[in-house]
């Protein structure tokens, strides 16, 4: 039996046409695109065909805008640590949400480690950021306000038109981690108002290892990586061009599908929510019920835990997460669960089934089954269950 | 005509075998190793059988002492940045030489930002640094010595065992930049003694955007990217899989035929340089006799312009280089150049030709010809060589 893939949020199968792209990309075997002869000059062109596809699927005001990186991991660290580094002279005030990405998180205690103070607001029970927590945050010494868009976790999205008003206003620079969101639905940076914004290629069926980051002209922050003068001396080091060939595909595709692709995720999301409803008691939908991203559900399932789920599922060749990959091995119950208000026993029993193109509804029936028959058995034998049941 | 490369310092094609596993990772559609399902199992296994092949190739005592990065300029900057940080409370000095990369170059300029202190040393005429000269330069602030392995635009190859040996008597880590080395010729980390070791896939025939960094058990510099677990928590993001893939079986090939390798480039260098003697006037080898490079000729032509040379051999689709492509579009005179005691302009007429497994001696005779031709063509139209031959 084929495995369902319902982890979409850790790794997106490549389009074929993207497959494509990189096959004949690796026929092709193009130079390096710093080279000042033929073979340079060809693969700075596939290169900055690439660049712009990609940039045109935020809203660039140019393509020299966006700098391609290795991950959205790596953007959102050349983000934080640049704009820290090059305003440490203004300031080394930074503001957080309780919410994000490991990525932020670590980038700011690596910062916090060189003096630098963070504050970090909290969210209300849908994961929501309140604007006027930011404006009430902000110091004289405030030099980066970096909020993520669509949470990886819950999905919630947060108000980012609002913030960047703030900001704008305060001149503060804005970066916003947007990893789970570009290409799962619309992105705007020139909407968004934000100076800087970190996505990842796989998020829209592009290779993995493959990041952008947008940086508004003349926004400044030091590079991470030093070295030749690729990306206009942004970010040195010979490019991955055969992934950054998926990446532009990718994107180009997501920018042309964006629309049919919201509302397919949409429909598998109301499914999949209305199933777990319906068949299984006890349960909790995390996340915000509107502003939210539409490829993906969190679900807390009482009394259980998830990581057995998981198990029981992947026996039968369904694919699901606990919680955002690059947190799998950390046995602590989500920070963003607790966040919102979630009871350890209920963090722990928490799914997020995460979707895309490929997804049909009869996976998601198919999981439901599944999840329905491994929550029975594995209610059977908790004893937290029985003890609250009795009660 | 079909286009003959003398540039693979700048980009070696892929391997047939290389194409061909990056194809089928393609095809096949990899997930996250991160992932705690079967598709994540499956990638993990995959991912550390290429972390077997490339650690084999530079023989680390364990495949975990090998992080995989996107370039050797990543890996560059990982090792230089992240153990001055590391070892800041121990001392903020560190010892380089004049001749070294623009990523190790830049990491240094950009610590010395931080108020760390750097002494570089210099070389002899042969791009050699004298290990006395370190060891007079190390003080007891100094926390690391960085010297490359071999020399990106004139080949020489550095005395990297004696220089461990003053830097484990004095308990001082020590980084090899071994980019342009790995892959050419054998490099064993073990016998060298060094630390850690930056390289890059695309030196031997993998994809470009893949670099590996050899972290001897027990040394711990701050990663540079700050996030998920991934890489045993030395370098966070998601991987570049299919470039991994690459890298492992272009390196599993390099050390398999590492022998016949080196001596396919030796012959041919022999050839290029007899050829180049013997068939022009005023020229200068640059570069260690002995100690260099198997694949790398440098060559000062006397009187005319390196680039006038590039652009009309580029006609002919021959393309070599003035120098390191990671320092085109810098119009000054390579800074190895004129370490070494080239004067300015003879700095300037230099060529960097280097091959690879595909190279053939007729590839080296088509070169000569045609060099011969353009510099004789270039001569008649230089006042400078008319006023040096009239004299």
Request: one cysteine or more.
């Given at each position: 039996m084929n495995t369902i893939n319902l982890d979409y949020i850790s790794a997106n199968p490549l389009l074929p046409e993207v497959q494509e792209a990189m096959i004949e990309a690796i026929k092709k075997n193009h130079g390096n695109p710093s080279s000042p002869h033929q073979l340079g000059e060809q693969a700075t062109e596939v290169l900055e065909q690439a660049r712009e596809k990609a940039a045109r699927l935020i809203n660039c005001?140019?393509?020299?805008?966006?700098?391609?990186?290795?991950?959205?991991?790596?953007?959102?660290?050349?983000?934080?640590?640049?704009?820290?580094?090059?305003?440490?002279?203004?300031g080394k005030h930074i503001?957080?949400?309780n919410i994000e990405h490991n990525a932020v998180l670590k980038s700011l205690r690596r910062l916090m480690k060189m003096d630098y103070r963070v504050t970090s607001v909290s969210v209300n029970e849908y994961g929501l950021v309140n604007p006027d927590d930011i404006a009430k945050a902000v110091t004289d010494e405030t030099i980066l306000v970096t909020i993520m868009h669509g949470n990886n976790e819950i999905g919630t999205i947060q108000p980012i038109k609002e913030i960047a008003r703030i900001t704008r206003e305060k001149d503060i620079l804005f970066h916003s981690d947007a990893v789970a969101s570009v290409g799962v639905m619309p992105i705007d940076v020139q909407y968004l108002g934000v100076d800087l914004l970190s996505f990842s290629s796989n998020q829209f069926n592009g290779p993995s290892g493959v990041g952008g980051l947008y940086i508004r002209r003349g926004v400044s922050p030091l590079p991470l990586i030093d070295g030749?003068?690729?990306?206009?001396?942004?970010?040195?080091?010979?490019?991955?061009?055969?992934?950054?060939?998926g990446m532009g595909v990718a994107a180009d595709i997501a920018f042309r599908e964006m629309e049919c692709r919201v509302e397919h995720a949409r429909k598998l999301k109301d499914r999949l929510i209305r199933g777990l409803k319906e068949s299984i008691e006890d349960i909790i939908i995390n996340g915000h019920p509107e502003f939210s991203l539409p490829n993906l559900v969190s679900v807390s399932i009482r009394y259980i835990e998830g990581e057995s789920?998981?198990?029981?599922?992947?026996?039968?060749?369904?694919?699901?997460?606990?919680?955002?990959?690059?947190?799998?091995?950390?046995?602590?119950?989500?920070?963003?669960?607790?966040?919102?208000?979630?009871?350890?026993?209920?963090?722990?029993?928490?799914?997020?089934?995460?979707?895309?193109?490929?997804?049909?509804?009869?996976?998601?029936?198919?999981?439901?089954?599944?999840?329905?028959?491994?929550?029975?058995?594995?209610?059977?034998?908790?004893?937290?269950?029985?003890?609250?049941?009795?009660?």
């Open positions: 005001a140019s393509p020299q805008e966006l700098v391609f990186t290795s991950s959205g991991t790596e953007s959102i660290n050349h983000a934080i640590k640049g704009i820290a580094l090059a305003k440490a002279g203004k503001i957080t949400s030749g003068a690729q990306e206009d001396g942004r970010r040195a080091g010979t490019e991955n061009l055969i992934g950054i060939i789920i998981v198990l029981m599922l992947d026996e039968k060749n369904i694919a699901v997460s606990t919680r955002s990959a690059c947190a799998s091995g950390a046995l602590r119950a989500s920070h963003v669960l607790l966040s919102i208000g979630r009871e350890y026993a209920d963090a722990q029993g928490t799914l997020v089934i995460s979707f895309g193109r490929d997804t049909k509804e009869s996976d998601i029936d198919r999981f439901l089954d599944a999840l329905r028959e491994a929550v029975e058995f594995l209610r059977n034998m908790s004893p937290l269950y029985k003890k609250a049941k009795a009660e």
